[in-house]
């Protein structure tokens, strides 16, 4: 053997001998003894262990070196451990500043993140891991103050924290970014900063998350000129706002991802964003833009997602965007964007949404090129023309297609060849011609189903339930023409909606997984069957304006989940629900309009949510319910048009009705005088909320709470507009007494109706401090004195019957006083002035001219639509009662009601050019 072989084997031996021995002795023992004492705090839940992974930890024993075990790299020179990776390892249990982890105090990257470490807050002792360059503790359910000592951290590189239970103390998110100069990734998502951002970051920067934080100020612009950017995402931070660089940014020419969703711009698109050409993802949705699209975000010509949607955006939409080469997703919904929808020249789209625009014209053909295309929103616009369900036939990957609210006519030329492509999950064509169902008959996999106001017959046919049975899970038929549903054979459906059909027939009950469930104004008969009880997941109940008797299932009261329970106009009888319990969800609670018995049951007392409570226009037989005043949320209570009876008292509470903006106790026997303590409190009336939002809801989309409201003689069913009203109305009871002056102080007041009673004494000043009030009716009662000067005030004042009183002396001079006329004020012998022959003095008939020339322009054009009829019924500041009125003429399309206006509104013009031509002649 030569001295070069041997050589060779002697170092091979030595390797050999060197790597097998220094094996055993790799991993320190107090290393692998702190790693198995934190194995041993803590459990392994396999439901948290995702597919791709499984726990780390079931590796560990003293059988191995502990620097061979899954998640554990050690420094191979000294045997410390180094790197420490247990993400996603389904560990459950809290980390306290005693755990053995704070053992490893040598660790360079830790990743704790996707556990669940429920309860634990973030120990300082993190702190003390003085080499960490990569520490996430991410998605794992820490929650408390993030401790100052993670700032310690200053060879740190990458740190990631989210969750909504963690928030940073004061100043130490400033003093984190201030001390972590070596920072390249910072990602905070969901953690609350609160706080301004503060104007220096580190220079190494390459992504910085900081969405969902509660930041606010101004974003520094220093931000947008790091050198080394290419992610930013500050999304949902609503109080936050900014102004782009005018000029090119500093990281353009690195920026990849920019995410800047709900921070307030108020501007225009800048033409700098074309700068950012490394772009692949741009998102400036609900960011108050305005004006038009640039045309220099047609160099962006690497992005793969665009999404501007919930803007003002106007004008139209540059063709250079159809053109973006790699452009996969264009978001461009809630805008008001108009003019034609152009052709696209590139086929990598694969999700299009431009919904709620002003756009026009037909589907250009080019949409047909787009093979690959998954989602196709276009509804709530102006495209117009006839569609063939043929013009879908080739995207075989469509799964989500939406055309509803345009002018579209969906037709099917060739129906037992062409159907839609069979990979659809969500279709939605609500008005559009839709006149059957044959051309689904291939969808095997719908979830969303929406052909609503259509003109669909008949009945659903066999194949379609068959063909939908496990997949469907919403379902909206309503505002259709058909005429029976005899069962719902659908196992996963959440909500149905077969609102506004011809259905006939018994109640058909819904698959217990139903959550929603509305099939009012409809023809159903017969009575409820117990077994819709079974329902117990049921959120929304909706069975009004049918024709169903018999009792109301008591079980229902058990049901709770249940937030609306919504049965009037239907002919039930018996007594209502009386097995509510604490924790009970319901939110609205409407009977009207039955021939309910018997009280109001207590244990509506449970139900601290509800909001709506309705039972006008039954027999219920009972007295004021005064203990509802301990509902903190309730909003409307109308109990109109019952057997209802006695004083009403109120309790000995501070707090009663705190929240109550509606009061109707109309039309029943009332007494004793009108309820000064009730009026003490009453919250919502006693103060103007300018800032009054519509409130938002899970079920909105399904649902609006209404009420039935008297106002000038004419009936309302309030829907979309409730959350706006303010109404007190007592009328036709047997109150006797004065009117409190106290009522004056119920300044949110939109309607006030106290006619009809015994009232006597005079009107009380105080009334004029009612500065919002559309109608004020005092009328059938023994009121004495003059008429107020401090009413000719209200100058929102729309309506006004202060009919068969005994008033006297002078009716008062004021802009809505002139435009009252003798039935306002007939029956009270004593009163003169306008618009009566007796004079007062200087009293003259004012200038009618702007009126008269709109009801004569409304003459001419023979009521020239609906919906001016109604704002003109309304007309003198009295917006919202306008509105209404024209919302109940849309709704019910009622002639007689129309015929009644119309007449009206002829014999005031009549009178008041008789007027006009009496002045003329005088002069």
């Excluded at 950012?276 to 400036?284: E, P």
């Amino acid at each position: 053997m030569g001295s070069g072989q041997f050589s060779f084997l002697f170092f091979l031996c030595f390797c050999q001998l060197s790597f097998s021995s220094s094996i055993p002795h790799l991993c320190r023992k107090d290393q692998s003894y702190a790693l198995l004492e934190f194995k041993r705090t803590l459990i392994v839940d396999p439901s948290l262990v995702t597919s791709s992974s499984y726990s780390y930890t079931s590796s560990w024993n003293m059988s191995r070196d502990c620097c061979s075990w899954d998640g554990v790299v050690c420094n191979e020179m000294t045997g410390h451990v180094i790197e420490l990776d247990l993400s996603c390892s389904g560990l459950v249990g809290k980390i306290d500043s005693n755990s053995s982890l704070f053992q490893l105090s040598h660790l360079q990257k830790l990743d704790l993140s996707s556990n669940n470490f429920s309860n634990s807050n973030i120990s300082p002792e993190f702190g003390r891991f003085s080499s960490l360059t990569y520490l996430d503790l991410s998605d794992s359910y820490f929650s408390g103050q993030i401790p100052s000592e993670i700032s310690h951290l200053s060879k740190l590189q990458s740190l990631y924290f989210s969750g909504e239970m963690l928030k940073f103390g004061p100043h130490d998110f400033e003093m984190l970014l201030q001390n972590l100069t070596q920072l390249s990734e910072l990602h905070l998502t969901s953690i609350n900063i609160s706080s301004t951002i503060p104007p220096n970051f580190s220079s190494h920067l390459t992504t910085l998350r900081l969405g969902n934080t509660g930041l606010h100020g101004l974003i520094p612009e220093s931000i947008f000129h790091l050198p080394n950017l290419e992610t930013l995402v500050l999304q949902n931070n609503d109080q936050l706002s900014g102004y782009f660089p005018k000029t090119k940014w500093n990281s353009s020419a690195s920026l990849i991802e920019l995410d800047l969703s709900g921070v307030n711009f108020s501007c225009n698109l800048p033409e700098s964003l074309g700068y950012l050409t490394s772009l692949h993802s741009l998102s400036l949705k609900n960011c108050s833009l305005r004006g038009p699209i640039p045309q220099s975000l047609s160099n962006l010509t690497h992005i793969l997602d665009l999404d501007l949607s919930d803007n003002s955006l106007n004008g139209t939409i540059p063709s250079g965007m159809f053109s973006l080469p790699s452009l996969s997703r264009l978001v461009l919904s809630n805008n008001h964007f108009s003019g034609q929808f152009e052709d696209f020249n590139s086929n990598s789209l694969i999700w299009i949404d431009l919904s709620n625009n002003q756009l026009q014209g037909h589907l250009p053909k080019s949409i047909q090129n787009h093979v690959n295309l998954t989602g196709l929103i276009l509804s709530s616009n102006n495209f117009s023309g006839r569609v063939d369900v043929s013009f879908f036939a080739d995207l075989k990957q469509l799964c989500y297609l939406d055309l509803s609210y345009n002018r579209i006519s969906l037709t099917n030329e060739n129906k037992h060849k062409v159907t839609l492509p069979g990979s659809l999950m969500s279709l939605q064509l609500a008005a559009c011609e839709v006149k059957e169902l044959e051309f689904l008959r291939s969808e095997m996999l719908l979830w969303h189903l929406d052909l609503s106001n259509n003109k669909i017959e008949g009945r659903i046919p066999d194949w379609a339930w068959s063909n939908w049975m496990y997949s469907l899970k919403r379902l909206n038929l309503s505002h259709n023409m058909l005429a029976s549903v005899d069962s719902i054979p659908l196992q996963s459906a959440n909500a149905i909606d077969l609102r506004s059909n011809f259905l006939q027939g018994s109640l058909p009950i819904p698959p217990i997984s139903t959550r929603f469930f509305l099939i009012s104004h409809n023809n159903l008969s017969g009575e409820i069957p117990s077994s819709i009880c079974n329902l117990t997941s049921l959120v929304m109940l909706d069975l009004a304006g049918n024709n169903l008797k018999g009792a109301i299932p008591q079980c229902l009261g058990n049901i709770s989940a249940l937030q609306v329970l919504d049965m009037h106009y239907n002919s039930l009888s018996g007594t209502l629900p009386t097995t509510y319990r604490i924790g009970s969800a319901l939110k609205s609670f409407n009977f009207h309009g039955n021939k309910l018995e018997g009280v109001i049951p207590q244990s509506l007392i449970y139900c601290k949510q509800l909001e709506v409570l309705d039972l006008g226009d039954n027999h219920l037989n009972d007295t004021f319910p005064v203990w509802l005043g301990t509902l903190p949320k309730l909003k409307v209570l109308s109990l109109r048009s019952n057997k209802l009876h006695g004083p009403i008292r109120t309790l000995m509470t501070e707090n009663m009705f705190p929240q109550l903006r509606i009061l109707d106790l109309s039309s029943n026997a009332f007494t004793k005088s009108l309820p000064t303590s009730l009026f003490q409190h009453l919250k919502a009336m006693r103060t103007v909320d300018q800032t009054m939002n519509a409130p938002t809801d899970e079920g909105d989309q399904y649902y609006q709470d209404s009420v039935a409201l008297v106002t000038k003689g004419l009936e309302l069913e309030v829907e979309r507009i409730l959350f706006l009203y303010t109404t007190v109305d007592l009328s036709n009871n047997k109150f006797e007494g004065h009117i409190p002056s106290i009522m004056g102080d119920l300044i949110a007041l939109r309607v006030l109706n106290i006619s009809h009673n015994g009232l006597q004494g005079h009107i009380p000043p105080s009334l004029g401090s009612l500065s919002l009030v559309e109608s004020l009716d005092l009328s059938f009662n023994q009121l004495s004195g003059e008429i107020p000067e401090q009413l000719a005030s209200i100058t929102s004042l729309a309506v006004l019957n202060l009919s068969h009183n005994h008033l006297e002396g002078c009716i008062p001079n004021g802009p809505q006083f002139t435009t009252f006329e003798n039935n306002s004020y007939e029956g009270n012998d004593g009163l003169r002035g306008y618009p009566f022959p007796q004079g007062c003095g200087s009293s003259r008939m004012p200038e009618t001219e702007n009126i008269t020339h709109m009801l004569d322009e409304v003459s001419k054009s023979t009521f020239l639509s609906e919906f001016w009829n109604g704002i003109l019924m309304g007309y003198g500041s009295g917006l919202i009662i306008g509105f209404s009125i024209a919302y109940f003429m849309l709704s019910s399309r009622n002639s007689n009601w129309l015929s009644r206006i119309a007449e009206e509104l002829e014999y005031r013009i009549v009178m008041r050019r008789q007027k006009k031509k009496q002045g003329h002649h005088r002069r």
